[in-house]
C-alpha cells in the first residue's frame, strides 16, 4: 500500500520561507512523478507543482512560480517543496500526491499559515 507522509508545515510571517517534504513508501519510488497541491479554505485543490521521475519540473501555477521550488530525492523517497516569499494567499493544507498503477494516492497535508 502506498503511505505518503507530509512535513515541514507551520506559522510563517509574509516573505517567510518554509520547506516542505514528503516521504514515501510501497511503490519504487523512483519511477514515478510526484505532485504537490494546496487547498485553502473555500477554494478547489490546486496543482502547485509536479516533478518528473528523471528530476524535471513542470506545471508551477504563475502564482508561485519564481518563489516555489520542487525537488526530490530518490534514496530517501522525498520529494520537497521549498517555498520562499511567502505570502498570505500562500496559506493552505499542503499535500502530497502521486498516481501509481491507476490509483492516486494522497497523505494528510501538512498546515501553512502566513499571517504577521
Known amino acids: 500500500q502506498v503511505h505518503l507522509v507530509e512535513s515541514g508545515g507551520g506559522l510563517v510571517q509574509p516573505g517567510g520561507s518554509l520547506r516542505l517534504s514528503c516521504t514515501a513508501s510501497?511503490?519504487?519510488?523512483?519511477?514515478?512523478?510526484m505532485n504537490w497541491y494546496r487547498q485553502s479554505s473555500g477554494k478547489e485543490r490546486e496543482l502547485v507543482g509536479t516533478i518528473t521521475s528523471n528530476g524535471d519540473t513542470i506545471n508551477y501555477p504563475d502564482s508561485v512560480k519564481g518563489r516555489f521550488t520542487i525537488s526530490r530525492n530518490n534514496v530517501r523517497n522525498t520529494v520537497h517543496l521549498q517555498m520562499n516569499n511567502l505570502k498570505p494567499e500562500d496559506a493552505a493544507r499542503y499535500y502530497c500526491n502521486v498516481r501509481h498503477r491507476g490509483l492516486e494516492f494522497w497523505g494528510r497535508g501538512t498546515l501553512v499559515t502566513v499571517s504577521a
Open positions: 510501497g511503490l519504487n519510488f523512483r519511477l514515478y512523478a
